[in-house]
C-alpha cells in the first residue's frame, strides 16, 4: 500500500497524573485531504492535536511526518515542520494589529530590525487570498470572532504550514460565516494543503471531509470514508451504543401563559422583543449566534439592564432591577458558559448546588451546612450525577456531569417557576445530552415554563412546542411545532438581503 | 474609508491628545506666571525630573504585562546609598564604576521581583510591596543612620550638578533606545505580546517567565541607575531618599496612556505623560500653589485620569451600540 | 424526579482532629511558641508583663488585618489603608486641638476611617473595569496629600502634630486587670470577624465572589454591594486602628501608618489567605497577628530598628507567598521522580 501520507501517527499513548488520555492511538492523514476527527468531549481529540502540535509529549507511540519521523519538543518544532493549529477561541494578541497577530514569533528582521512595510504588504496580500474585509492595521480586539479566526488562518498560511488543524472552528460562527469558513477550507485543500477537521456538527463533516477518524474513551475506534458510513453508524461508533429516540419530547396538556415579555430593548443588543410561554411549554429561542438571544435573555433576568420592556409572570409585572429578583420571583437562568457564569469550579459540589438558596436555608444569617448537605445530595442524585461526593471539586467533573449540576442548582430553588436555559447542551456528549433533554420534559411534565435557546438545529425542532426565531436583535417569526422545519427557521434567521444595504457594523 | 471627526481622532491617538493638554497647560502657566516658559526654567524641569522620565521606561515594561512595581525607589535608595557609602568611605571614586556597580545592584533588585512574580506567580503588587520595605530598610541598615554629603561625593556630583550635559545625554540616550526597542525589535513586540494574552503568547513559543523577568529586570536596572544619578544630581545619598517617587513614575505612565491591563502604551505617551507631571511638580509653586499640596493633587489627578479612561472606553462603546443598525 | 441510576452520591464530610491538627493553623500555633521562646531568648525584659504593657501600639494594626482579611478573600486588594491611618489620626488630633470633646474627636476619628473606605468602595464598585490596586493607590496618595495639607494650614505646620488634651487617650490606654482595654477590643472584633466569614451566608458570598465573581453574580449575589460594605469595613477598621494607635502615640505626622498596609497583608497572607482571592480564613490570620506582634515586641526589646524590623516583614510576607508554588512544585518533582 503506497498510500501518499503526509502525516502518521502510530500508537500513542499519553498520560496525565491518573489518567490516560490517550491509550494506543493511530491517525493517517493523506496529502491533500480534509479529515475529520470526531469523538465525544473527553474522548481525548484536543490532547490528541496537542501532541501533533507539540504541546504535549506522548510517553509511546511514533508520529511519521512524510515518512520521517519526527519528535517534537515543543510548539515551536511543530510549527516550523509545518504543522498549524487554529483553534476555536481565537488565541489572538487583542491589543495588537492584525500584522503583528499574522506574524508573531516569525517576524520579518533583517539586522535585528523588524519589516514593519513589508510585513504589513504581506499581510495584506494574505487577507486578500481570504477575502477578508479588514486590513492588516487593524486592532484584532476590534474584529469579530469569525474574523479573528481568519487572522489564525492567515497565520498558518504566513507559516507555509502543510497541515492546518481546525479545532471547532464553526462552534463560534454564524451560517453565513461557517459556510465562509467552508469555502477557505476547500479552497486551502485544492492548493494541496492537508487538513485536520474536529468538530461536533455533522454538517461540517459531510460538507468538507473525506474520511474521519473517531476515538472514544482514549481509544482509536476506526477510520471510515464519509460517503460509506450512515449517521447512526457514526454515533454508534463514537458513543458504543446506539442512541434511539434523542428527542423524549411527551405532548402534555398546555396550562395557561405563565410568562411573558413586552418589548424588551436594549440599545445595540436587541429590539423590541415579545413572547410568552405557557404552563408545561418547551419554547425555543433559536437564532445566529449574534442575534441577540442571549443578551435578551440576560437582561430579563436582570444580569443586565434593558432600556425598556415590560416582564409578566403568571399575569402580574415584575421589576427586575438584579438577578436576585429574577430569582425570587421563580424565573430562574441556567447560564450559557457554565464553566465561567454557572459554577464555581474550586468549590465543592455541594456548596455550588446550595449557593443560591443558602440564605433561605440559614439560621438568622449563619449557614446551616447540614441542611445544605442533605439538600444537595439530594438534587445532585435527583439528575444522576455522575460524582463521588458532595465535596469534590466541580471542576473534577466531565462537561455534562457540570451541567447537571447547575441543572441541580436550579432545582434547589423551590420556588421555580420558569427554567431559561441557554444552550443546555454545548459541548457536552451525546449521552448527557440525551439526558439533559430528559430533564427538561420532565420539568414539561410537571408544569413549569421552559424557554430553550440553542443553536442546534435538531435540538430545537425537536424538543420545542412552539419556536421563536430572532434575526439581526429581532424576533422575525413564531413557529409552531407542527409547521417547523430547518428551512423555515433557517429563512428566519437570516436577514432579507434586498430589505437593507451595508446591514449591521 | 470614512474620514473620522477630529473627537474620533484624539480618542483613538492618545499621544495627540496629550500634546493639547501639555500646550494648554504651558499655555494657562505661562499667562499666569511668564517666566515659567524660559529656557532655563524648562531644563530644569527636564533635570529636577530625569530620574522619573528615565523609570517611567521601566515602569512602561512593567505595566505592558500587565504588572507594576512600587519597589523601584526603594531600589533607587538601596543603590544609591550603597554607591555613596562607597566614596564616603573612599572606597571608589571612580564616576563609571560606581553607575556600573549602581546598576549593577538595581539588576539584582529587578531580578528578584521578577523571578519571583515569573516563576513564583506571585501578583507584582504584593511582591514589589515586600521589596518596597524590604531594599529601604536594607539602605537604612547598611548607612547605619549616615548620610553621604555633598563633599564626600564631590568629584562625582559633577557629573549631574546644574548645567552638566550628563544627565540630559542619559536621558536622551535612554529614550532613543527604548524607542526603537519597544518599536521594531522582536524583545519589544514580545513584551506587548505577552501583555496583550498571556496564554497565546505561550503557545506560540514566547519564553513568558522569561519575558517577566527580563522586564523587571530591566525595571531595577533603570531604578539603579535613577539611584546613582539622584547622588550626583542632588549631590548627597540618604536612605529616605526619593521616598514615594514611585507614585509619579506611574502617573506619568497612566497620564501617557499605558494600559493598567497590558499590551497597551508606548514610549512617546510615556514621555508625555512624564513631561505633565514634571510641569505640574515645577508650576505649581510658580502659580502659588504651595509644596504640600503635591501629593494630594498629584493622587487626584491620578485616579482622574484611570477614571476617566473608563468612562472614555465607556462613552466610546456605547456609541458604536447605537451605530448598530437594527 | 429521581436519578434512574440510582447512584448514590456521599455527603458525609471528611477530616477530623487529626486534620486540624495537622493544619497551617495548627503549624501557626507552633511557630507563635516559637517566637515567644525565642523573644526570652533574646531579650531579658521579655515576659507576660512587659508584652502586655507593649503591646497596644502594635495591636491597633490587627483591628485593620481583619478588614484586609476580607477584601483579600473578596480577590481585591486595599493599599490605601495605611495612609487612611495617618488621615484620621490627623484629623483627629487636629479637631481635638481645636476644641473638640474627646467623644466627638473618637466620632470624627471612626468617621473618616469610615467615608475613606467608603470612597474606595465606591469607586471600586462604580469603575469595575479598574484594578483595586490602581484605585487604592491613588487613594493612598489622596489620603496622606490630605493629612499633608492639613498639618500645615490647620495644624502648625512641620508635618507633624500632638494631642493637647491627652486625658480621653489615656482613658482607653487603661488596663483591665493585666490586659490592655486594645487586647479585649481585637479579641471581640477578632471573634465577630472570624465567625461572620467561616460561618454566616454573608462569609460564604465573601468566598463566592473571591472564587468566581460572575458565577456569584448569575447566582443573584449582590457583588458589588458586598464589596462596598467590606471596602466600607475596612476604612471603619483604619479608624479604629488610628484610634488605638493614638492612645500609644498621642499624636500624628506625615509618616504615621506608613507599612501598615505592607504589615496587615503580611498578617493575612502568613495567616494562610490567598492574594488571589477565595482561599484562606481569618483564624490563621489572627495567630499570624499575634506572631508578627510577638516579634516586633521581641526585636524593639533588643533596640533593632524598626527598617529592620520592616524587612523581616517584608521577607516573611514574600516567603509566605511563595509557599504555595514552592510546595505544588516540590509534589510535581516528587510525582516525576
Same mark, same amino acid.
Given at each position: 500500500?503506497?498510500?501518499?501520507?503526509?502525516?502518521?501517527?502510530?500508537?500513542?499513548?499519553?498520560?496525565?497524573?491518573?489518567?490516560?488520555?490517550?491509550?494506543?492511538?493511530?491517525?493517517?492523514?493523506?496529502?491533500?485531504?480534509?479529515?475529520?476527527?470526531?469523538?465525544?468531549?473527553?474522548a481525548?481529540?484536543?490532547?490528541?492535536?496537542?501532541?501533533?502540535?507539540?504541546?504535549h509529549?506522548?510517553?509511546?507511540?511514533q508520529?511519521?511526518?512524510?515518512?520521517?519521523?519526527?519528535h517534537?519538543?515543543?510548539?515551536?518544532?511543530?510549527?516550523?515542520?509545518?504543522?498549524a493549529?487554529?483553534?476555536?477561541?481565537?488565541?489572538?494578541?487583542?491589543?495588537?494589529?492584525?500584522?503583528?497577530?499574522?506574524?508573531?514569533?516569525?517576524?520579518?528582521?533583517?539586522?535585528?530590525?523588524?519589516?514593519?512595510?513589508?510585513?504589513?504588504?504581506?499581510?495584506?496580500?494574505?487577507l486578500?487570498?481570504?477575502?477578508?474585509?479588514?486590513?492588516?492595521?487593524?486592532?484584532?480586539?476590534a474584529?469579530?470572532?469569525?474574523?479573528?479566526?481568519?487572522?489564525?488562518?492567515?497565520?498558518?498560511?504566513?507559516?507555509?504550514?502543510?497541515?492546518?488543524?481546525?479545532?471547532?472552528?464553526t462552534?463560534?460562527?454564524?451560517?453565513?460565516?461557517?459556510?465562509?469558513?467552508?469555502?477557505?477550507?476547500e479552497?486551502?485543500?485544492?492548493?494541496?494543503?492537508?487538513?485536520i477537521?474536529?468538530?461536533?456538527r455533522?454538517?461540517?463533516?459531510?460538507?468538507?471531509?473525506?474520511?474521519?477518524?473517531?476515538?472514544?474513551?482514549?481509544?482509536?475506534?476506526?477510520?471510515?470514508?464519509?460517503?460509506?458510513?450512515?449517521?447512526?453508524?457514526?454515533?454508534?461508533?463514537?458513543?458504543?451504543?446506539?442512541?434511539?429516540?434523542?428527542?423524549?419530547?411527551?405532548?402534555?396538556?398546555?396550562?395557561?401563559?405563565?410568562?411573558?415579555?413586552?418589548g424588551?430593548?436594549?440599545?445595540?443588543?436587541?429590539?423590541?422583543?415579545?413572547f410568552?410561554?405557557?404552563?408545561?411549554?418547551?419554547?425555543?429561542?433559536?437564532?445566529?449566534?449574534?442575534?441577540?438571544?442571549?443578551?435578551?435573555?440576560?437582561?430579563?433576568?436582570?444580569?443586565?439592564?434593558?432600556?425598556?420592556?415590560?416582564?409578566?409572570?403568571?399575569?402580574?409585572?415584575?421589576?427586575?432591577?438584579?438577578?436576585?429578583?429574577?430569582?425570587?420571583?421563580?424565573?430562574?437562568?441556567?447560564?450559557?458558559?457554565?464553566?465561567?457564569?454557572?459554577?464555581?469550579?474550586?468549590?465543592?459540589l455541594?456548596?455550588?448546588?446550595?449557593?443560591?438558596i443558602?440564605?433561605?436555608?440559614?439560621?438568622?444569617?449563619?449557614?446551616?451546612?447540614?441542611?445544605?448537605?442533605?439538600?444537595?445530595?439530594?438534587?445532585?442524585?435527583?439528575?444522576?450525577?455522575?460524582?463521588?461526593t458532595?465535596?469534590?471539586?466541580?471542576?473534577?467533573?466531565?462537561?455534562?456531569?457540570?451541567?447537571?449540576?447547575?441543572?441541580?442548582?436550579?432545582?434547589?430553588?423551590?420556588?421555580?417557576?420558569?427554567?431559561?436555559?441557554?444552550?443546555?447542551?454545548?459541548?457536552?456528549?451525546?449521552?448527557?445530552?440525551k439526558?439533559?433533554?430528559?430533564?427538561?420534559?420532565?420539568l414539561?411534565?410537571?408544569?413549569?415554563?421552559?424557554?430553550?435557546?440553542?443553536?442546534e438545529?435538531p435540538?430545537?425542532?425537536?424538543?420545542?412546542?412552539?419556536?421563536?426565531?430572532?434575526?439581526?436583535?429581532?424576533?422575525?417569526g413564531?413557529?409552531?411545532?407542527?409547521e417547523?422545519?430547518?428551512?423555515?427557521?433557517?429563512?428566519?434567521?437570516?436577514?432579507?438581503?434586498?430589505?437593507?444595504?451595508?446591514?449591521?457594523? | 474609508?470614512?474620514?473620522?471627526?477630529?473627537?474620533?481622532?484624539?480618542?483613538?491617538?492618545?499621544?495627540?491628545?496629550?500634546?493639547?493638554?501639555?500646550?494648554?497647560?504651558?499655555i494657562?502657566?505661562?499667562?499666569?506666571?511668564?517666566?515659567?516658559?524660559?529656557f532655563?526654567?524648562?531644563?530644569?524641569?527636564?533635570?529636577?525630573?530625569?530620574?522619573?522620565?528615565?523609570?517611567?521606561?521601566g515602569?512602561? !515594561?512593567?505595566?505592558?504585562?500587565?504588572?507594576?512595581?512600587i519597589?523601584?525607589?526603594?531600589?533607587?535608595a538601596?543603590?544609591?546609598?550603597?554607591?555613596?557609602?562607597?566614596?564616603?568611605?573612599n572606597?571608589?571614586?571612580?564616576?563609571?564604576?560606581?553607575?556600573?556597580?549602581?546598576?549593577?545592584?538595581g539588576?539584582? !533588585?529587578?531580578?528578584?521581583?521578577g523571578?519571583?512574580?515569573?516563576?513564583?506567580?506571585?501578583?507584582?503588587?504584593? !511582591?514589589?510591596?515586600?521589596f518596597?520595605?524590604?531594599?529601604r530598610?536594607?539602605?537604612?541598615v547598611?548607612?547605619?543612620?549616615?548620610?553621604a554629603?555633598?563633599?564626600?561625593?564631590?568629584?562625582?556630583?559633577?557629573?549631574?550638578?546644574?548645567?552638566?550635559?550628563?544627565?540630559?545625554?542619559?536621558?536622551?540616550?535612554?529614550?532613543i533606545?527604548?524607542?526603537?526597542?519597544?518599536?521594531?525589535?522582536?524583545?519589544?513586540?514580545?513584551?506587548?505580546?505577552?501583555?496583550?494574552?498571556?496564554?497565546?503568547?505561550?503557545?506560540?513559543?514566547?519564553?513568558?517567565?522569561?519575558?517577566?523577568?527580563?522586564?523587571?529586570?530591566?525595571?531595577?536596572?533603570l531604578?539603579?541607575?535613577?539611584?546613582?544619578?539622584?547622588?550626583?544630581?542632588y549631590?548627597?545619598?540618604?536612605?529616605?531618599?526619593?521616598?514615594?517617587?514611585?507614585?509619579?513614575?506611574?502617573?506619568? !505612565?497612566?497620564?501617557?496612556?499605558?494600559?493598567m491591563s497590558?499590551?497597551?502604551?508606548?514610549?512617546?505617551?510615556?514621555?508625555?505623560?512624564?513631561?505633565?507631571?514634571?510641569?505640574?511638580?515645577?508650576?505649581?509653586?510658580?502659580?502659588?500653589?504651595?509644596?504640600f499640596?503635591?501629593?494630594?493633587?498629584?493622587?487626584?489627578?491620578?485616579?482622574?485620569?484611570?477614571?476617566?479612561?473608563?468612562?472614555?472606553?465607556?462613552?466610546?462603546?456605547?456609541?458604536?451600540?447605537?451605530?448598530?443598525?437594527? | 424526579?429521581?436519578?434512574?441510576?440510582?447512584?448514590?452520591i456521599?455527603?458525609?464530610?471528611?477530616?477530623?482532629?487529626?486534620?486540624?491538627?495537622?493544619?497551617?493553623?495548627?503549624?501557626?500555633?507552633?511557630?507563635?511558641?516559637?517566637?515567644?521562646?525565642?523573644?526570652?531568648?533574646?531579650?531579658?525584659?521579655?515576659?507576660?508583663?512587659?508584652?502586655?504593657?507593649?503591646?497596644?501600639?502594635?495591636?491597633?494594626?490587627?483591628?485593620?488585618m481583619?478588614?484586609?482579611?476580607?477584601?483579600?478573600?473578596?480577590?481585591?486588594?486595599?493599599?490605601?489603608?495605611?495612609?487612611?491611618?495617618?488621615?484620621?489620626?490627623?484629623?483627629?488630633?487636629?479637631? @481635638?486641638?481645636?476644641?473638640?470633646?474627646?467623644?466627638?474627636?473618637?466620632?470624627?476619628?471612626?468617621?473618616?476611617?469610615?467615608?475613606?473606605?467608603?470612597?474606595?468602595?465606591?469607586?471600586?464598585?462604580?469603575?469595575?473595569?479598574?484594578?483595586?490596586?490602581?484605585v487604592?493607590?491613588?487613594?493612598?496618595?489622596?489620603?496622606?496629600?490630605?493629612?499633608?495639607?492639613?498639618?500645615?494650614?490647620?495644624?502648625?505646620?512641620?508635618?507633624?502634630?500632638?494631642?493637647?488634651?491627652?486625658?480621653?487617650?489615656?482613658?482607653?490606654?487603661?488596663?483591665?486587670?493585666?490586659?490592655?482595654?486594645a487586647?479585649?477590643?481585637?479579641?471581640?472584633?477578632?471573634?465577630?470577624?472570624?465567625?461572620?466569614?467561616?460561618?454566616?451566608?454573608?462569609?460564604?458570598?465573601?468566598?463566592?465572589?473571591?472564587?468566581?465573581?460572575?458565577?456569584?453574580?448569575?447566582?443573584?449575589?449582590?457583588?458589588?454591594?458586598?464589596?462596598?460594605?467590606c471596602?466600607?469595613?475596612?476604612?471603619?477598621?483604619?479608624?479604629?486602628?488610628?484610634?488605638?494607635?493614638?492612645?500609644?502615640?498621642?499624636?500624628?505626622n506625615?509618616?504615621?501608618?506608613?507599612?501598615?498596609?505592607?504589615?496587615?497583608?503580611a498578617?493575612?497572607v502568613?495567616?494562610?489567605?490567598?492574594?488571589?482571592?477565595?482561599?484562606?480564613?481569618?483564624?490563621?490570620?489572627f495567630?499570624?497577628?499575634?506572631i508578627?506582634?510577638?516579634?516586633?515586641?521581641?526585636?524593639?526589646?533588643?533596640?533593632?530598628?524598626?527598617?529592620?524590623?520592616?524587612?523581616?516583614?517584608?521577607?516573611?510576607?514574600?516567603?509566605?507567598?511563595?509557599?504555595?508554588?514552592?510546595? @505544588?512544585?516540590?509534589?510535581?518533582?516528587?510525582?516525576?521522580?
Amino acid at each position: 500500500m503506497a498510500e501518499d501520507l503526509i502525516l502518521e501517527l502510530k500508537g500513542i499513548t499519553k498520560i496525565f497524573p491518573g489518567v490516560k488520555a490517550l491509550n494506543k492511538v493511530h491517525f493517517q492523514l493523506r496529502r491533500g485531504e480534509v479529515h475529520a476527527l470526531m469523538g465525544e468531549n473527553g474522548a481525548g481529540k484536543s490532547t490528541f492535536i496537542k501532541v501533533i502540535t507539540g504541546v504535549h509529549a506522548a510517553e509511546e507511540g511514533q508520529m511519521f511526518l512524510e515518512g520521517q519521523e519526527v519528535h517534537f519538543k515543543g510548539p515551536r518544532d511543530a510549527q516550523e515542520a509545518g504543522i498549524a493549529a487554529v483553534y476555536q477561541h481565537p488565541t489572538s494578541y487583542p491589543t495588537l494589529s492584525v500584522t503583528e497577530n499574522i506574524f508573531m514569533g516569525h517576524e520579518d528582521v533583517k539586522s535585528g530590525m523588524i519589516q514593519w512595510r513589508n510585513m504589513n504588504a504581506e499581510a495584506q496580500k494574505l487577507l486578500d487570498s481570504l477575502d477578508a474585509d479588514f486590513k492588516p492595521t487593524d486592532e484584532v480586539g476590534a474584529l469579530t470572532i469569525a474574523q479573528q479566526q481568519m487572522v489564525e488562518i492567515a497565520k498558518a498560511l504566513s507559516t507555509n504550514a502543510k497541515i492546518i488543524i481546525l479545532d471547532e472552528p464553526t462552534a463560534a460562527l454564524t451560517a453565513n460565516e461557517s459556510e465562509k469558513l467552508y469555502e477557505i477550507v476547500e479552497r486551502l485543500r485544492d492548493e494541496g494543503k492537508s487538513i485536520i477537521f474536529i468538530s461536533h456538527r455533522f454538517e461540517d463533516m459531510y460538507r468538507l471531509a473525506t474520511r474521519v477518524t473517531v476515538f472514544r474513551d482514549s481509544q482509536y475506534i476506526g477510520t471510515y470514508d464519509v460517503d460509506g458510513i450512515s449517521n447512526a453508524d457514526l454515533i454508534k461508533a463514537m458513543v458504543g451504543r446506539e442512541i434511539t429516540d434523542m428527542y423524549p419530547k411527551e405532548d402534555i396538556e398546555l396550562g395557561d401563559e405563565i410568562f411573558r415579555v413586552e418589548g424588551m430593548t436594549r440599545t445595540g443588543y436587541f429590539k423590541d422583543v415579545s413572547f410568552d410561554v405557557k404552563a408545561g411549554e418547551i419554547i425555543g429561542l433559536t437564532g445566529l449566534v449574534g442575534a441577540g438571544r442571549t443578551e435578551t435573555i440576560e437582561s430579563i433576568c436582570g444580569i443586565t439592564r434593558p432600556d425598556s420592556g415590560k416582564v409578566f409572570l403568571e399575569g402580574k409585572e415584575l421589576t427586575i432591577k438584579e438577578p436576585v429578583d429574577a430569582m425570587k420571583a421563580g424565573i430562574i437562568l441556567l447560564p450559557e458558559d457554565r464553566q465561567k457564569q454557572g459554577l464555581i469550579l474550586s468549590w465543592g459540589l455541594g456548596r455550588n448546588v446550595t449557593l443560591p438558596i443558602q440564605g433561605e436555608l440559614a439560621n438568622n444569617g449563619f449557614n446551616d451546612e447540614k441542611k445544605e448537605r442533605e439538600l444537595a445530595k439530594q438534587r445532585l442524585e435527583e439528575v444522576d450525577t455522575k460524582a463521588v461526593t458532595i465535596f469534590q471539586p466541580a471542576s473534577s467533573l466531565s462537561g455534562g456531569n457540570q451541567q447537571k449540576v447547575v441543572v441541580a442548582k436550579a432545582l434547589a430553588q423551590s420556588n421555580m417557576k420558569v427554567v431559561i436555559m441557554d444552550e443546555p447542551t454545548k459541548g457536552i456528549d451525546v449521552g448527557a445530552k440525551k439526558e439533559i433533554y430528559e430533564i427538561m420534559g420532565q420539568l414539561a411534565k410537571k408544569g413549569y415554563g421552559i424557554i430553550m435557546i440553542s443553536s442546534e438545529m435538531p435540538e430545537i425542532i425537536g424538543m420545542s412546542d412552539r419556536i421563536f426565531v430572532m434575526c439581526n436583535g429581532k424576533v422575525s417569526g413564531c413557529l409552531q411545532r407542527s409547521e417547523v422545519t430547518q428551512e423555515r427557521i433557517l429563512e428566519l434567521s437570516m436577514e432579507k438581503s434586498d430589505s437593507k444595504k451595508g446591514g449591521a457594523a | 474609508m470614512k474620514k473620522k471627526s477630529i473627537g474620533q481622532f484624539l480618542s483613538e491617538s492618545r499621544e495627540a491628545s496629550l500634546v493639547i493638554v501639555l500646550a494648554v497647560l504651558l499655555i494657562v502657566v505661562g499667562i499666569i506666571n511668564p517666566s515659567f516658559l524660559s529656557f532655563t526654567n524648562i531644563r530644569q524641569i527636564f533635570l529636577n525630573n530625569t530620574l522619573t522620565f528615565i523609570m517611567a521606561l521601566g515602569m512602561l !515594561c512593567v505595566m505592558l504585562t500587565a504588572g507594576i512595581d512600587i519597589s523601584i525607589t526603594s531600589t533607587l535608595a538601596f543603590a544609591g546609598m550603597s554607591i555613596g557609602l562607597l566614596q564616603k568611605y573612599n572606597v571608589l571614586h571612580n564616576t563609571f564604576l560606581l553607575f556600573v556597580i549602581g546598576a549593577l545592584i538595581g539588576v539584582v !533588585c529587578g531580578f528578584l521581583n521578577g523571578i519571583i512574580i515569573a516563576k513564583g506567580h506571585v501578583a507584582p503588587i504584593i !511582591c514589589t510591596m515586600g521589596f518596597m520595605y524590604i531594599w529601604r530598610g536594607m539602605a537604612y541598615v547598611i548607612s547605619n543612620n549616615n548620610w553621604a554629603s555633598g563633599m564626600d561625593v564631590a568629584g562625582f556630583s559633577d557629573f549631574g550638578k546644574d548645567g552638566a550635559p550628563g544627565p540630559y545625554i542619559i536621558l536622551i540616550l535612554a529614550y532613543i533606545i527604548f524607542f526603537i526597542v519597544m518599536k521594531w525589535t522582536r524583545f519589544g513586540r514580545r513584551i506587548y505580546a505577552v501583555g496583550s494574552n498571556t496564554e497565546a503568547a505561550q503557545v506560540s513559543g514566547i519564553n513568558v517567565d522569561r519575558t517577566l523577568t527580563s522586564v523587571y529586570t530591566i525595571m531595577g536596572f533603570l531604578a539603579g541607575l535613577a539611584g546613582v544619578l539622584s547622588v550626583s544630581i542632588y549631590a548627597s545619598a540618604q536612605p529616605n531618599m526619593q521616598y514615594g517617587k514611585e507614585m509619579d513614575v506611574i502617573a506619568a !505612565c497612566v497620564i501617557g496612556g499605558v494600559s493598567m491591563s497590558g499590551g497597551r502604551g508606548s514610549v512617546a505617551g510615556t514621555f508625555l505623560g512624564a513631561l505633565i507631571i514634571g510641569i505640574i511638580s515645577k508650576a505649581l509653586p510658580m502659580v502659588n500653589i504651595p509644596n504640600f499640596w503635591q501629593n494630594l493633587i498629584k493622587g487626584v489627578i491620578i485616579l482622574a485620569v484611570v477614571v476617566l479612561n473608563v468612562v472614555t472606553q465607556r462613552t466610546m462603546d456605547r456609541q458604536n451600540l447605537l451605530r448598530r443598525e437594527m | 424526579m429521581a436519578g434512574k441510576s440510582g447512584r448514590e452520591i456521599s455527603a458525609v464530610p471528611e477530616g477530623g482532629i487529626k486534620s486540624k491538627l495537622l493544619s497551617w493553623e495548627g503549624a501557626l500555633v507552633l511557630i507563635l511558641i516559637g517566637v515567644n521562646i525565642l523573644g526570652v531568648a533574646i531579650s531579658p525584659n521579655y515576659n507576660v508583663n512587659n508584652v502586655l504593657r507593649e503591646m497596644p501600639r502594635y495591636l491597633a494594626e490587627i483591628f485593620m488585618m481583619f478588614g484586609m482579611g476580607y477584601i483579600l478573600v473578596l480577590g481585591d486588594i486595599d493599599i490605601s489603608v495605611g495612609a487612611l491611618v495617618c488621615l484620621a489620626g490627623t484629623v483627629t488630633v487636629l479637631s @481635638s486641638n481645636a476644641g473638640a470633646p474627646f467623644i466627638v474627636a473618637v466620632i470624627i476619628c471612626l468617621g473618616v476611617g469610615l467615608l475613606g473606605g467608603m470612597l474606595n468602595g465606591f469607586i471600586a464598585t462604580r469603575f469595575t473595569e479598574l484594578p483595586t490596586m490602581i484605585v487604592t493607590l491613588g487613594t493612598q496618595i489622596i489620603f496622606r496629600g490630605i493629612a499633608e495639607v492639613l498639618f500645615e494650614t490647620w495644624g502648625n505646620g512641620g508635618g507633624t502634630a500632638s494631642m493637647a488634651d491627652t486625658k480621653g487617650l489615656m482613658l482607653l490606654a487603661k488596663k483591665l486587670g493585666p490586659f490592655p482595654i486594645a487586647f479585649f477590643c481585637v479579641i471581640i472584633v477578632g471573634v465577630i470577624m472570624i465567625v461572620v466569614l467561616a460561618k454566616t451566608t454573608f462569609g460564604r458570598k465573601l468566598y463566592a465572589i473571591g472564587s468566581n465573581k460572575t458565577a456569584a453574580y448569575y447566582a443573584g449575589i449582590k457583588v458589588e454591594r458586598i464589596r462596598f460594605i467590606c471596602y466600607s469595613l475596612l476604612g471603619f477598621l483604619s479608624g479604629l486602628c488610628a484610634l488605638f494607635l493614638l492612645t500609644a502615640t498621642f499624636g500624628s505626622n506625615t509618616t504615621t501608618g506608613q507599612g501598615f498596609e505592607m504589615e496587615v497583608i503580611a498578617m493575612c497572607v502568613f495567616g494562610g489567605i490567598a492574594t488571589t482571592g477565595g482561599k484562606g480564613n481569618l483564624t490563621g490570620a489572627f495567630i499570624a497577628a499575634f506572631i508578627i506582634v510577638c516579634l516586633r515586641i521581641a526585636l524593639g526589646q533588643r533596640n533593632i530598628n524598626t527598617q529592620v524590623i520592616l524587612v523581616i516583614i517584608g521577607l516573611m510576607l514574600i516567603i509566605s507567598v511563595l509557599v504555595p508554588s514552592i510546595s @505544588s512544585a516540590i509534589t510535581a518533582r516528587k510525582k516525576r521522580a
